[in-house]
């Protein structure tokens, strides 16, 4: 695991995961916790 269970991502994190993922050829990213979206990742 690299986070606790309840961390909690700032903007500056996800900007970072997001930059990082798309340099690998990941596009579509959303940032939804499980209370938002029924899918998880």
């Keep these: 695991m690299i ?3 309840y961390h909690k991502f700032g903007d500056r994190e996800l900007r970072i995961w997001n930059a990082l993922l798309r340099a ?3 596009h579509l990213i959303t940032p939804f916790d499980s209370a938002e979206s029924k899918y998880q990742f």
């Design 24 to 26: 690998a050829g990941i």
């Design 3 to 5: 986070y606790p269970k």
